[in-house]
Every structure is written in C-alpha cells, then in structure tokens.
C-alpha cells in the first residue's frame, strides 16, 4: 500500500505527519482492499478559525474514496476525515461482499 502525505503551501510537520500516518495504519489494516491513501493538509483563512483542512483521497479497486474536512486543528480534521472515510469503506465492502 502507498501512503503519500502532502503539505499544500504549508510548513511540514513531522509530528503531524506521524499522527496522520498511525491513524492511517489502523485504517489499512481493517481494510485490505486499500491500495493507495493520498492526504493532503492545507490551510484556509476562516472567520470562524475552522481553516484546517485534511482531504484524504483513498484508492480502492474499481473507484476512489474521498473525504474533506475543515477543523480547527489539523489533528481533528484527520479523526473526522478518517471516520468518513471509514463509513464509505463499510458500504463499498458489504457492496463488494455480494459479488
């Protein structure tokens, strides 16, 4: 499986970049049929200070999974995005269970 973690116009960040990669560890080893998980970090200017962006795109075989979000903090807008991610990977399985 590859893992690409891309910082957009930011400064990168280890420690961010080992959060995000222990979390995506978790992910892969529930589901096998992970092929590829692309994160990308990018930060928005926000009146509310939700500007933190994660994207994660994860690919699976026959589509592409997506999941945005927009926190407060990188470290939470990576949970949430996981979590979606997550859902979307339950409903592709039970549909790929049928076949």
């Keep these: ?15 961010l970049t080992y ?4 979390k995506l560890k978790k992910l ?18 926000d009146p509310k200070g939700e500007g933190k962006i994660c994207e994660i795109e994860c690919s699976i075989p ?9 926190q407060n903090y990188f470290e939470h807008a990576v949970k949430v995005a996981i979590a979606e991610i ?7 399985k039970a549909v790929m269970m049928v076949y």
């Excluded at 026959?62 to 927009?70: D, E, L, R």
């Design 1 to 15: 499986m590859l893992t690409q973690i891309q910082f957009v116009k930011i400064p990168t960040s280890e420690a």
């Design 19 to 22: 959060y995000t990669e222990k």
């Design 86 to 92: 997550e859902k979307q990977l339950e409903k592709r």
């Design 62 to 70: 026959g589509t592409k999974v997506f999941a945005a979000t927009s």
């Design 28 to 45: 892969t080893s529930k589901f096998e049929m992970i092929k590829a998980i692309d994160v990308y970090f990018k930060l928005e200017k």
